[in-house]
T-cell receptor, first 109, second 116 residues
């Protein structure tokens, strides 16, 4: 089983749509969780950390289910500028960050 | 805003040659990383570095690879004898401290290495 698993997509959605991405991780001892965004041929940039209680930042909502080892990202009211690859990142301990393959999102007019 | 800087942005090298990729992490950060991303593939962990020594390394980080922090500011990745399959984007990253597991990792803009 992969350490961090994501559906690679692409997810094609119209502007204004709501889209959700899922991620599972295999190491139950994993300590912290993040969603990063990566634009084509650019470096990953932090979108948001994911907390057990769930957290929201504007149009973005992240959820963590430790029992199921599952992380989600919900994007509401999609914008053209949201088109990117969304990377699920898990800190498996000792500050080692493990990346999922990423889920590609394409938002169309 | 402080940032991680990497040089060069693009390097082309012949197979078998040595390359050194350079990174300047954010000045008060303590943990440093190298990751690589082969075109179209996932970001892969290579090595982490803390307190002037390797903290952890992946299976990819074999004897051809080495890291160094030669002068307290630069953090380098050396590939001794490059292979075609080393062609990838190499990202350097740093975090402020090893104590807060929720801290964000800051990535440099990457060095695109092309081995011909």
């Amino acid at each position: 089983r992969k350490e961090v698993e994501q559906d690679p997509g692409p997810f094609n959605v119209p502007e204004g749509a709501t889209v959700a991405f899922n991620c599972t991780y295999s190491n139950s001892a994993s300590q912290s969780f993040f969603w990063y965004r990566q634009d084509c041929r650019k470096e990953p940039k932090l979108l948001m950390s994911v907390y057990s209680s769930g957290n929201e930042d504007g149009r973005f909502t992240a959820q963590l289910n430790r029992a199921s080892q599952y992380i989600s990202l919900l994007i509401r009211d999609s914008k053209l500028s949201d088109s990117a690859t969304y990377l699920c990142v898990v800190n498996t301990g000792f500050q080692k960050l493990v990346f999922g393959t990423g889920t590609r999102l394409l938002v169309s007019p | 805003e402080p940032e991680v800087t990497q040089t060069p942005s693009h390097q082309v090298t012949q197979m078998g040659q040595e390359v050194i990729l350079r990174c300047v992490p954010i000045s008060n950060h303590l943990y440093f990383y190298w990751y690589r991303q082969i075109l179209g593939q996932k970001v892969e962990f290579l090595v982490s570095f803390y307190n002037n020594e390797i903290s952890e390394k992946s299976e990819i980080f074999d004897d051809q690879f080495s890291v160094e922090r030669p002068d307290g500011s630069n953090f380098t990745l050396k590939i001794r004898s490059t292979k075609l399959e080393d062609s990838a984007m190499y990202f350097c990253a740093s975090i402020p401290t090893g104590l807060d597991l929720n801290t964000e990792a800051f990535f440099g803009q990457g060095t695109r290495l092309t081995v011909v």
